[in-house]
């Protein structure tokens, strides 16, 4: 298990130690799981952004079986990330926002997702008139909502899940 430092948002030392506990109780929940589901995998802690990060790291020759964690189109992997916030939350009394990746998903994830949203922005910024995306889910949407933010522009979400989704607006 490794704890990094790295992309971390300025905050008070006391959210800051919270954000450092809520790691550690994820990472020895998902330790649990691991050796009950008997898969390798390594445990990273990162604060990114203002919340815990937890990535379960595959080693060598057990790729294949951390993408059973994933499932399709992360359907696994958010309902883990579910249970570990839950796990958090039932140590600690307060409501976590715990970021959990598996064998890098969400991270190659982000990276198609920034892709989208560049590409969308252009399209705003040229027709001059708001652009609705795909539905996502709370991770992907949060990933775009960023984006266009940084853009300059505005977004929302619209729709009930499954359905729910981003639009963005012109300046």
Do not use: C, W
């Amino acid at each position: 298990m490794t704890t990094s430092a790295e992309q971390q948002v300025p905050a008070e030392p006391t959210a800051m130690k919270r954000l450092e506990e809520e790691g550690e109780i994820a990472a020895d929940y998902l330790e649990e799981l691991l050796d009950i589901a008997d898969l390798d995998g390594d445990i990273d802690i990162d604060i990114d952004h203002g919340r815990a990060a937890v990535e379960i790291v595959a080693e060598a020759g057990s790729e294949r079986a951390l993408a059973r964690l994933v499932g399709q189109d992360g359907e696994v992997l958010d309902a883990l990330q579910e249970l570990t916030r839950l796990a958090v939350q039932a140590k600690t009394g307060d409501r976590s926002r715990l970021m959990l990746d598996i064998a890098g998903f969400r991270a190659g994830r982000r990276t198609e997702l920034l892709a989208v949203a560049a590409a969308a922005i252009a399209t705003v910024r040229s027709s001059g008139t708001r652009l609705a995306l795909e539905p996502m889910n709370p991770f992907e949407r949060k990933v775009v909502h960023d984006a266009v933010a940084a853009a300059g522009l505005t977004s929302d979400s619209e729709g009930v899940e499954p359905a729910r989704h981003v639009v963005i607006h012109p300046a």
